[in-house]
């Protein structure tokens, strides 16, 4: 088991307005009988199960599993010949902890484990409704400049505009001015950045943060093959342009943990533990963010 845990945050929204609550959904999976109800194959040979959930107080601590059953490593003991494992499957576990009151996921992230999207796309598949949106979190710096400074140009990258799905006027104008780009020119991917230029006005902060929400959306919905996504932003005070890279400024931490062993159930609260302290230094940032 690694033993740097990596711990980021996601917002997680309903799709549709007035949809289940994540915390709905997790307390519905968390009754569902016996476990192996609980797993779900969230694309092919991706099966992952919740494990456990606490639903007790304002957060909620749990621990998703992603069951391998194929492509499995052999047993190696030392001075032996590898041989076969021996049993039909192996799990990756991922420690979490939620916030129901801001709606704010600080989940485990590992390359074996779970990811933020397959988690949303789980909860949808299992407690029925539209669907979620999990969305990072931007770290305390990022957020900070976005909120007070002047927003002088977005920029992203993206291969396939025709997969991008409009959610209103504004939207589907981007949407319709890029599939023609990419029909006429028939380039492999486009670069676009949308600028105020060298004048002092500057961009329209809630229309440009709202098409940043919808490419943030859509890349977690895997449609339009989104690589980069940028703004560059005059801090407040200051005079000169500040580069944002909006897809790697993204809150959490990580750090070495004395994990047990072979003790699944001692290196579940020690992760939980760290997961916890993570949550609680970036408390006052995301109740700036999330608390109205």
Do not use: C
């Amino acid at each position: 088991m690694d033993r740097i845990v990596n711990v980021r945050m996601f917002s997680v929204e309903a799709k549709e307005d007035g949809g289940m609550a994540f915390s709905q959904a997790l307390r519905h999976i968390a009754d569902l009988q016996p476990l192996a109800r609980r797993e779900h194959e969230t694309e092919p040979d991706v099966i992952i199960r919740l494990e456990d959930l606490n639903p007790t107080g304002r957060i909620w601590f749990g621990e998703m599993v992603r069951v391998q059953e194929v492509n499995l490593p052999p047993k190696a003991l030392r001075g032996q010949r590898r041989e076969r494992l021996g049993i039909r499957s192996i799990g990756h576990t991922s420690v979490f902890a939620f916030d129901t009151r801001l709606s704010v996921l600080a989940l485990q992230l590992s390359r074996n484990g779970i990811t933020a999207a397959r988690m949303g796309l789980y909860a949808e598949s299992l407690a029925g409704g539209d669907g979620y949106n999990v969305l990072p979190v931007p770290d305390k710096a990022t957020w900070s400049i976005l909120r007070q400074g002047g927003v002088r140009s977005i920029g992203f990258s993206l291969a396939t505009p025709s997969e991008l799905a409009a959610i209103d006027d504004e939207t589907r104008g981007v949407r319709r001015g890029m599939i023609a780009m990419k029909e006429s020119m028939q380039p492999t991917r486009l670069e676009l950045t949308m600028s105020m230029g060298r004048g002092e006005i500057d961009m329209d902060r809630s229309r440009a943060v709202s098409l940043l929400q919808w490419l943030f959306r859509e890349r977690q919905a895997h449609r339009g093959r989104i690589t980069r996504m940028r703004a560059k932003v005059i801090p407040r005070d200051e005079e000169d342009a500040m580069a944002l890279d909006l897809l790697n400024g993204h809150m959490g931490e990580k750090e070495w943990v004395d994990l047990p062993e072979d003790d699944p159930d001692a290196s579940y609260q020690k992760r939980k533990d760290y997961i916890f302290s993570v949550l609680r230094e970036n408390r006052a940032a995301l109740e700036d963010m999330y608390g109205s």
